[in-house]
C-alpha cells in the first residue's frame, strides 16, 4: 500500500474502541471509513502506521494486531505528548487519520522450526504482541515461544487480558517482571537484562525479538551476547526513532540506515555497534 502515493495522504478512520490497559497506554481498534481501501489495507508483524488526531498532528505507532485476525487495525498509545494526549481524549466514534501500512516486518517464515525468545518491555510489547499471536496461531510451525515482558510496576503492564491465553499455549512460557511490585504483586522484581540473565535463554536454534525502551535494548543485547547469541539471531524494531517516517526528517538514522526506509525491523547484524548511540 505505502508505494501508492495516495498512502501518504491518511485516510480517515473511525475509533471504534478505546481501551485503558495502563495508566498511561490505551488500546485503539481503528477502521477504515472507505470500504475499499479497508479491504486492501494488509499489514504484517513488525509495520506501522502514522496515525493523526486532525488539527493537532501525527505519530508513528507499531500495529498491535494481527492482520489474519481481526479487520481493523490496533495501536496502543501511551500518552507522552501532544498528539498522543489529543487521542487520549478521543472516545468510540471519533474520527482519525491514517497512513501507512509502513516498513518492514518480523519475517517470520524464517524463524519456523526455531525457538522463539520474544523480549518486550512496557509499551514496545505492542509490535511484538502480534508476533507472539501469529506464532500462537501456528504453533506446530515453532519451537519453543518464551514472552518475557517487564513494565515498571503492575499496573504498567498492558495486554494483560491475554496473559493467560499466551501462558497456557502448547510449549509456550510467559514471564513477567516489574521495576517496582506492588502489595498485590507476586511475581518477579527484576530489570529484563537480568531476567534474561537468569533464564539464560539458549541459543542453540533460536531468534531472540525485542522491543521496548533503548536502555533496556541496549542491556538486552549484552546479555544475549554473553549467553552466545549471534548477531543476527538477535531483531529488534526502531520505530521509536522515528519522526517523519518518509525519510524527510534525517532523524531516523542508525549508522548509515534509515529506521523508516530500511527498518523498523533490524537484526544486530545489520545494524551492529551502532546500536550503542541507539
Ligand atoms: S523518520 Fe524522518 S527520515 Fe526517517
Redesign the pocket.
Known amino acids: 500500500m505505502p508505494s501508492d502515493g495516495a498512502a501518504l495522504l491518511p485516510y480517515v478512520a473511525i475509533v471504534k474502541s478505546v481501551r485503558s490497559m495502563t495508566p498511561d497506554i490505551k488500546l485503539f481498534d481503528l477502521e477504515i471509513e472507505d470500504e475499499a481501501v479497508r479491504r486492501r489495507f494488509a499489514y504484517k508483524p513488525g509495520q506501522f502506521v502514522f496515525v493523526s488526531a486532525f488539527g493537532v498532528g501525527e505519530a508513528p505507532f507499531g500495529i498491535a494486531s494481527v492482520y489474519s485476525r481481526q479487520p481493523g487495525i490496533e495501536v496502543a498509545v501511551r500518552r507522552v505528548g501532544t498528539v498522543t494526549s489529543a487521542l487520549h481524549e478521543m472516545e468510540a466514534g471519533a474520527r482519525v487519520g491514517i497512513r501507512g501500512p509502513y516498513g518492514n516486518f518480523f519475517p517470520l517464515d524464517e524463524y519456523k522450526g526455531k525457538d522463539m525468545y520474544i523480549i518486550g518491555g512496557g509499551v514496545g510489547m505492542a509490535p511484538l504482541r502480534p508476533v507472539v499471536n501469529s506464532i500462537l496461531g501456528r504453533r506446530q510451525e515453532f519451537g519453543k515461544l518464551v514472552v518475557l515482558y517487564g513494565a515498571r510496576s503492575p499496573q504498567d503492564l498492558a495486554f494483560a487480558d491475554e496473559f493467560d491465553y499466551w501462558a497456557e499455549a502448547p510449549n509456550t512460557r510467559l514471564e513477567l517482571t516489574v521495576d517496582r511490585g506492588d502489595e498485590g504483586w507476586k511475581g518477579r522484581v527484576a530489570l529484563i537484562p537480568a531476567v534474561v540473565k537468569e533464564l539464560a535463554f539458549s541459543a542453540s536454534n533460536s531468534v531472540a525479538l525485542i522491543c521496548g525502551p533503548p536502555i533496556m535494548i541496549r542491556f538486552t543485547l549484552v546479555e544475549l551476547k554473553k549467553l552466545s547469541f549471534a548477531d543476527h539471531q538477535i531483531v529488534t524494531t526502531l520505530e521509536a526513532k522515528?519522526?517523519?517516517?518518509?525519510?524527510?526528517?534525517?532523524?531516523?538514522n542508525v549508522g548509515d540506515k534509515?529506521?523508516?526506509?530500511q527498518g523498523p525491523v533490524f537484526t544486530l547484524e545489520q545494524i551492529g555497534d551502532f546500536i550503542e548511540a541507539y
Open positions: 522515528m519522526k517523519c517516517g518518509m525519510g524527510k526528517c534525517a532523524r531516523c534509515y529506521v523508516c526506509r
